[in-house]
Structure formats: structure tokens, C-alpha cells
């Protein structure tokens, strides 16, 4: 690595690990399962943008934009899948609690 590379790295990952710990904090604390989503949608824009920096500092952009291309699609996939499960969720329980999931008394 030379010093360019390095000047370009630390920043990024400084706030690629701001980004995941926000991610961890968001899905750990919460028990509404948006908030989770959320998170869940942080996390994976901090390993985006740590997979496109890597990409640039070993000078592999295309490999490295193919590969963020195809985490995007199946990201958009899942995370279309999770929402209608929560959306269930909420049509069954009137509730976006995680706790309340399993409560079956109305």
C-alpha cells in the first residue's frame, strides 16, 4: 500500500466501522422490527462501502462494482421479502413489537 492509498483507507474505514457499530446498535437495542430492518440496512451500506474501497485501493473497481451491484440486488430482494413478513406481522398482531410476536391473546 502506498501513502495514497493509505490517506484514502483510514477515513473510510473509520466510518465504515461508525456505520457497522450504528447498524449492530440499531437491530440490538430495538423491538420494533422497522427499527431492525433499518439497521439491518446500515449494516449492509457499511460492508458496501468497505467492499468498494477495498476494490479502489487494490486497483479492482470492476470486480468490486460487480460484486456491490449483485449485494445490492439481493439485498433489495431480502429486504422486500422481510417487510411483507413484517407487514404480516402487523396485519396479525396490530403490533411491530417483537416481543408481541409470539402473544397470541387479543
Known sequence: MNIEALQIFWPFSLFVIMLFIIGIYCISITFNLIRALLGVEILIKAVTLLIIVAGFISGRTALAQAVVI?????????????????????????SLDARKILDTDK
Open 70 to 94: 449483485s449485494l445490492i440486488v439481493v439485498e433489495a430482494v431480502s429486504i422486500t421479502v422481510a417487510v411483507g413478513i413484517v407487514l404480516g406481522i402487523h396485519g396479525h398482531n396490530n
